[in-house]
């Protein structure tokens, strides 16, 4: 975790979010489009390993944003690609993410435990309230009659049965969302997969306080990251837990800051309007509002999280200096490319990194 003061420590983890979705992360008819392809995923994540990074992770993705790069319209299935992963890697930990609202949590149980028995231990288990209505909707398998509260108030049981059915010999239940019936789920796995999720609202960081072991956190700008990551760690110590804080960045890196630069540039030259507009309606933005949001800046609005741009030696600075100052553990790193791009930051970042 990070030392006093905050400053990167041994243990500071570092992680790729891996591009499961056509298009990664950045949404441009311009940028690198990687494909939704297990070899590709597969090749990502042995260089993670091999550049000694420390976890990797995929997202859980339904319908994409069609656009003229048909962003994420072509996706793999989060859990049964990271079992892959588990047995073409033998260090990196491997989380894979799960919607509440599609899987019953015994059958969520014995997933995971597959995936800890193959993986050797490295399981984590990503947890997501279903919030993307489209995605759900397509299927017949959103309900409009839960709300934000409502939805957390499920997983808060979803998670409690999957614990017991993780613990106990038999199971019986009679929750407001889950009748279980001497449900048993045997084996048990030893140890339990590692539980993350994220959220930036008051209920989903005090569910992750409660219920997690890794805190992934967006935020406007540093200082709000840094109270964010503060203000989790002190809602799971007031509870006798200690949690992980993490967030998100992309690594736009080349031999010089104005070659890195000029990158992002053509990046966000492209930038995909219909594809981002699309993305915002289904976060629940209203049209005029998610036009107006992309207008302003489509160029910038091309790149899904916070991005670095430089040489190595200024996107190691960069980053230090984003873990040292909100208080982080660890980071999960966005490449345009993820083999050539991956390649070079563990050549040139990580052994800069490992030494601070």
Known sequence: MAAPGGAPTADTEYGIFLPIGNG?????????????TYEYNKKAAILAEAHG????????????????TDHWG??????????????????????ATIHTNLFHPALAAKMYT????????????????????????QMGLWRDDLGHA???????????????????DSVTHDGEFFQLDDCRSRPHPDPAPTLISAGRSDTGLDFQARHCDGSFLTAQDLPGLREASLDVKARADKKGRSI??????TVIMDETDAAAEERRLTYGRGADVDAIVNMKLSWGLPLDKALSLTSERPEDEAFQTPFVTGSPET????????????????????????HTDLAAFGEQVMPRLRQA
């Open 74 to 95: 072509r996706t793999l299935e989060s859990m049964t690609m990271m079992s892959g992963l588990a047995e073409a890697t033998e260090r990196v930990k491997v989380w």
């Open 53 to 68: 990074l420390d976890f990797v992770m995929s997202m859980g993705k339904w319908r994409g944003y069609d656009g003229a």
């Open 24 to 36: 990664g992360w950045i949404v441009s008819e311009t940028a690198p489009h990687p494909q939704a």
């Open 114 to 137: 597959t995936l800890q028995e193959v993986s050797g231990g490295r399981a984590g288990m990503n947890i997501v309230v279903g919030s993307y209505a489209g995605e759900f909707a």
């Open 315 to 338: 996107v190691t600075g960069r980053i230090r200096e984003m873990v040292e100052y909100a208080e982080l553990d660890g980071l999960m790193l966005i490449f345009p490319d993820y």
């Open 150 to 168: 409502d939805r957390y108030r499920y997983t808060e049981e979803w998670t409690s049965v999957l614990r017991r059915l993780w613990t106990e």
């Open 244 to 249: 992980r804080t993490y967030s998100m960045l």
